[in-house]
């Protein structure tokens, strides 16, 4: 009986040690460099080209790769400095406060291609022959001093204007382009959208409406982006050229953000983003090319 005993804590000690090593060995390598399961979130307009790009990387080595847009881009970059995602994605610039706000992670931007926020309208407005708008009208109408299209040349049709919900990096461009700075933006009450799709489909599917959409999601069938008219009466469309020149005034750099520099396979995936095959992607979707960039 005794020997029985001696031999059952035995292999307890034994079983609960490794089971210990095992934990601790778990915790201590990110799954990125175990090759196990890199995980990805943030923006739905950077999600376009990185999903399909890890789909491929799937098919091709057999990586697990996990893509979320949870959030957008303020969602991607929380996630990520917080430690719970390896790579996140973001339509716009870090901020000195999304560093501030997580001072143990070590942001890396990662440039990968460009596009630009359009101000989509519905049909029936396109179609009404409102083609353009300049900052002083939009600053009109998020503040609610202009709530029908007449004033624009418009129908005689209220301003159903669907508002990107602060954090998104669609938003944040729109907002810097508007009032200089997101602490001069006034406080509003307008209906709010997420994502890319969620705000072409509200747009597509309202008399009247108004919005801030990634151009590339301007299909220009069932929304219409307008163009930009600055203060010398230039008319400027987001069209590739101004795009690229950054002349349109609401451009924007698209980012993969990493903790510190990237290394094993998010590096690897960082490496196909910059790849012939991962710029393509970013073209596919309508983006910009880094090489586009330099045309």
């Not at 418009?154 to 954090?167: H, L, V, W, Y």
């Amino acid at each position: 009986m005794k020997r029985t005993t001696v031999f059952l804590n035995i292999f307890l000690n034994v079983f609960l040690s490794s089971l210990l090593v095992l934990l601790l060995h778990s915790c201590g390598d990110a799954p990125s460099q175990q090759g196990q399961v890199l995980k990805i979130n943030g923006s739905t307009t950077v999600n376009l080209a990185v999903a399909e790009a890890a789909e491929v990387m799937r098919q091709q080595t057999g990586k697990t790769i996990h893509v979320d847009t949870q959030g957008g881009s303020s969602g991607g970059i929380s996630m990520l400095g917080e430690g719970l995602v390896h790579l996140g994605m973001s339509s716009k610039p870090l901020t000195q406060k999304d560093r501030e706000a997580f001072p143990q992670c070590d942001f890396h931007q990662i440039h990968i291609g460009d596009d630009a926020v359009a101000l989509i309208v519905s049909k029936d407005i396109w179609q009404a022959g409102v083609r353009s708008i300049t900052k002083r009208e939009m600053q009109a109408i998020y503040e609610g001093r202009i709530k029908n299209w007449q004033k624009l040349g418009g129908p005689d049709q209220r301003i159903a204007f669907f508002n990107k919900e602060p954090g998104r990096g669609t938003w944040e461009v729109f907002a810097k382009w508007l009032y200089g700075s997101i602490d001069a933006v006034p406080q509003v009450s307008f209906p709010e959208v997420g994502g890319n799709e969620e705000t072409r489909n509200k747009v597509a599917s309202t008399r009247g409406a108004l919005s801030q959409l990634s151009s590339s999601w301007a299909d220009s069938k069932t929304v219409f982006p307008l163009s930009i008219e600055n203060d010398a009466g230039e008319i400027i469309r987001a069209s590739a050229e101004n795009i690229a020149s950054y002349r349109y005034p609401m451009s924007r750099p698209l980012y993969l953000l990493s903790d510190g520099e990237p290394q094993g396979d998010v590096k690897e995936f960082v490496s196909f983003m910059f790849s012939d095959k991962g710029q393509n992607l970013v073209r596919k979707h309508g983006y910009l090319a880094l090489a586009d960039l330099s045309k």
